[in-house]
């Protein structure tokens, strides 16, 4: 085997192995777990709820003392990808006065005070979300500044109506959607091909050669 074909298997291996999927984009996002919220900032009533492997990340709002509540992580978007958030979470409300419903919404910002409104819900009663929520690689493209936060943003509706509410969230993940490009096998099998054909035209050549060879030997030998 030439060193071009092992250069060429080579690759093919590397290809093979190489994975499938990145990880979150989001830092401590599985709070059910790391029972932790400690990379994530916070405003207002935020706290970790429950026992290992059971915890959320709880925000909280009153009338009284806090009426917003947010928790917030700088992401690294790229331009021309699209991104998919999931989200785990629950939602509670004493609902004493339904005049004004507390709000809870999923959002990005950036630096400018631009927002792109992912989810928004009133808090009318317990409830439980699982979320799965685009983000359009065109839609961010139409803003300037690409410096962005995802915020989960608590809201208390009215400060005379003694509501009081609270969103759990268990896990949260940002994963770059994968584009439709050729499996890692595929390549291989397509780089193996091209090693096979490398390996035939040699074998040709090579016979071509020792043909010659042949021939100029035997005209010698006549001479």
Excluded at 68 to 90: C, K, M
Excluded at 120 to 132: K, P
Aim: proline residues 2%; contains cysteine.
């Amino acid at each position: 085997m030439n060193r071009t074909f092992k250069h060429i298997a080579f690759a093919s291996t590397l290809l093979i192995a190489a994975p499938h999927a990145m990880g979150s984009l989001l830092t401590g996002g599985n709070f059910a777990d790391n029972c932790s919220i400690a990379d994530w900032e916070q405003h207002g009533n935020v706290a970790i709820s429950g026992t290992p492997g059971n915890c959320a990340a709880m925000l909280s709002v009153d009338d009284v003392v806090d009426f917003e509540t947010e928790l917030t992580q700088v992401v690294a978007l790229s331009s021309g990808i699209d991104y998919l958030l999931n989200v785990d979470f629950s939602i509670d409300t004493t609902t004493t006065d339904p005049t004004l419903d507390d709000v809870f919404s999923i959002s990005l910002l950036n630096q400018d005070f631009d927002f792109i409104e992912l989810f928004s819900t009133d808090i009318l009663a317990a409830q439980n979300f699982s979320e799965s929520l685009t983000i359009a690689a065109t839609e961010l493209a139409s803003y300037a500044n690409q410096d962005w936060s995802l915020s989960f943003f608590l809201f208390d509706g009215a400060d005379f109506d003694d509501n009081q509410s609270s969103v759990s969230i268990a896990f949260a993940s940002l994963d770059a959607v994968a584009t439709d490009v050729p499996e890692p096998s595929s390549l291989a099998l397509l780089v193996l091909g091209c090693a096979g054909i490398l390996g035939r035209k040699k074998r040709f050549f090579t016979r071509i050669n020792n043909n010659i060879s042949a021939n100029q030997t035997r005209g010698g030998h006549n001479q």
